[in-house]
T-cell receptor, first 110, second 116 residues
């Protein structure tokens, strides 16, 4: 069965410092991976997906099949990046049925 | 556009009571799903539906029932509430199928349920 691991419950960084939120997965097929974000008092929303190879709000994530990782990175953290971040994996055939990681709370300090 | 609407926002139940969490979406999405969010466990899929009249179980379906009589609505029923069902419940929807537009999940604002 597929599994998504986010080893850090809480990540605290200073404003302007680089950010890396770790995500590792196990899946026997060809994975589709996503990052979802939940800002305070807002709904969970899609941040980015690996297949799009896009940068959203300065965040990027590269799928590394050799290391089975999909780490989320941003070179310079901003205060508004503080949120809960979830890595998620799709079984395939679309990103509708997701397996989520346990989430990492990112706190950006001034 | 309301998007995905969940009611109620908060609910307290006694053990053994039954209730229905409502979820409605106005985006004509084929796919709808229910997740529960527990501390340290992330979001876990309870049930999902790929279209009206079609439902299937997710990772943690026990104690919950669903039905999908219309495209818009996907209610989650707790048959006999237990303290282990204390959680935050999220409904989500998407167009379904593959592709960058189809795969994006839209979430409701959540229902915080406490079972005493």
């Amino acid at each position: 069965a597929q599994r998504v691991t986010q080893p850090e419950k809480l990540l605290s960084v200073f404003k302007g410092a680089p950010v890396e939120l770790k995500c590792n997965y196990s899946y026997s097929g060809s994975p589709e991976l996503f990052w979802y974000v939940q800002y305070s008092r807002q709904r969970l929303q899609l941040l980015l997906r690996h297949i799009s190879r896009e940068s959203i709000k300065g965040f990027t994530a590269d799928l590394n099949k050799g290391e089975t990782s999909f780490h989320l990175k941003k070179p310079f953290a901003q205060e508004e990046d503080s949120a809960m971040y979830y890595c998620a994996l799709s079984e395939g055939g679309g990103g509708n049925k997701l397996t989520f990681g346990t989430g990492t709370q990112l706190k950006v300090e001034l | 556009n309301a998007g995905v609407t969940q009611t109620p926002k908060f609910q307290v139940l006694k053990t053994g009571q039954s209730m229905t969490l409502q979820c409605a979406q106005d985006m004509n999405h084929e796919y709808m799903s229910w997740y529960r969010q527990d501390p340290g466990m992330g979001l876990r899929l309870i049930h999902y539906s790929v279209g009206a009249g079609i439902t299937d179980q997710g990772e943690v379906p026990n104690g919950y029932n669903v039905s999908r009589s219309t495209t818009e609505d996907f209610p989650l029923r707790l048959l006999s509430a237990a303290p282990s069902q204390t959680s935050v419940y999220f409904c989500a929807s998407s167009y379904g199928g593959q592709g960058p537009t189809n795969e994006k999940l839209f979430f409701g604002s959540g229902t915080q349920l406490s079972v005493l």
